[in-house]
């Protein structure tokens, strides 16, 4: 790996666009090319953007050197096949592996990922466990920053928040992030889902006051086929607060007929 490419890699995972991660100290275009290794970057203005969004330098090199050195194992991608397969014994050998890695914030979202699925979603468990519902809140809290990890770790927790604390936290994404279509679709993905997640929420308190946001910014990701669940969910959830029955029943067909069946099965209804 290159030092463009773990820049870009950082930056994707940070949530950045390329002029904020250049934030100044080189030129959108001149970082553009540094990405694609079509320039280098001098060492001075390399530490310069690191410590600009507080990045640790020696993991930076850490990451650049043990790259080059070995394939990185996708971790996230080998507990979501093995929870499909619901297979525990995978899921507790790549715990096992998890906590031999060394001692870094990656380490403790995989940890908090294994955790998840093994005492939670495994078990089909009717609440997170309080000791790691706080461990959750403690990572996405970290360094009052949101990156990737943490974004991907609150769509996927957002039943240990109440209604309240939900309301700021996602008003507090949605502002940083008010040009979704410029980030990479996987962070759109993410975004979208927490609103679709908050959108939940609010139907399960009844408070229909609090949707126009959310509702908006989904109108604001960009057009990929990736983001299409999210944008008909968008409709089916707008239908629900507006109490259209017949278009409830319309988009859930559809899901249903696209073999979301089970997914359409928890999702809130009306009656005729």
């Known amino acids: 790996m290159t030092i463009g ?24 275009s001149y970082y553009s090319k540094v990405e694609r290794n079509i320039h280098q970057i001098s060492a001075d203005e390399l530490i310069a953007i690191l ?12 990451h650049l050197s043990s790259s080059n050195s070995q394939k990185k194992r996708d971790f996230i991608k080998e ?11 995978t899921l507790l050998a790549i715990k096992k ?14 940890q908090l990922q294994i955790e998840l699925v093994l005492n939670v979603y495994l078990t089909k468990a009717d609440d997170i466990p309080d000791e790691l519902k706080n461990d959750l809140k403690k990572f996405v809290f970290q360094d009052n920053n949101w990156n990737e990890n943490s974004l991907q770790l609150f769509r996927e927790t957002i039943r240990v928040y109440d209604i309240d604390e939900l309301t700021f936290l996602v008003n507090a994404i949605l502002v940083k992030y008010q040009q979704p279509a410029e980030l990479p679709i ?34 604001k990701l960009s057009n ?13 959830y707008q239908a629900v607060f507006n109490k259209n029955a017949d278009e409830v029943k319309d988009i859930g067909g559809l899901l249903e007929k ?7 099965s928890v999702l809130p209804h009306l009656s005729n």
């Open 5 to 28: 490419e773990l820049l870009k890699q950082t930056r994707q995972s940070l949530g950045l666009t390329q002029t904020e991660m250049a934030a100044g100290i080189v030129s959108t």
């Open 51 to 62: 410590n600009r969004h507080h990045i640790d330098n020696a993991s930076f090199f850490a």
């Open 79 to 89: 507990i979501g096949d093995a929870y499909e397969k619901k297979d525990k014994q």
């Open 97 to 110: 592996d998890i906590d031999q890695l060394p001692d870094s914030k990656q380490k403790k979202y995989y």
């Open 186 to 219: 996987k962070t759109q993905e993410i975004l979208g889902g927490i609103c679709i997640n908050f959108l939940d929420k609010c139907y399960e308190h009844n408070t229909p006051e609090l949707i126009k946001q959310p509702l908006q910014y989904i109108s």
């Open 224 to 236: 990929a086929s990736e983001l299409l669940l999210v944008k008909i969910l968008k409709n089916y």
């Open 258 to 264: 696209a073999g979301w069946k089970d997914f359409v």
